[in-house]
């Protein structure tokens, strides 16, 4: 499975950045894994954003982002998307996307649980 990420871009604060996950290789599984957004900003460790099970009717989001990224997936595209509203600048990061295609039942926080990972896209929010 080969994760693409992409939509990274810079941005003013309070702006707003739609982020894509597209999925090749894997056929009709990858609608099967749980993805998940991550960022990474310098000097920091890569955290979870976001999450969503395969069917889209579970979601998790970290604390920081709650009430203003939304993530959706369209399984027919093998895509992921994270809609980014009122972008603040610590929300600088290069941000990944990762699938999960362990089964599990709960959304992973944890990035060791993700088996394959996209390359990353820089989001710059300015002041």
């Known amino acids: 499975v080969q994760l693409q990420a992409y939509g990274g871009g810079l941005v003013q604060a309070g702006g707003f950045l739609r982020l894509s996950c597209a999925a090749s290789?894997?056929?009709?599984?990858?609608?099967?894994?749980?993805v998940g957004w991550f960022r990474q900003a310098p000097g920091k460790e890569r955290d979870i954003v976001a999450g969503?099970?395969?069917?889209?009717?579970?979601?998790y989001y970290a604390d920081s982002v709650k009430g203003r990224f939304t993530i959706s997936r369209d399984n027919a595209k093998n895509t992921v998307y994270l809609q980014m509203n009122g972008l603040k600048p610590e929300d600088t990061a290069v941000y990944y996307c990762?699938?999960?295609?362990?089964?599990?039942?709960?959304?992973?926080?944890?990035?060791?649980?993700?088996?394959?990972w996209g390359q990353g896209t820089l989001v710059t929010v300015s002041s």
């Open positions: 290789g894997s056929g009709r599984t990858f609608s099967s894994y749980t």
């Open positions: 990762a699938a999960d295609r362990s089964g599990s039942t709960r959304i992973e926080v944890r990035s060791d649980e993700y088996e394959y």
């Open positions: 969503i099970r395969w069917s889209g009717g579970s979601t």
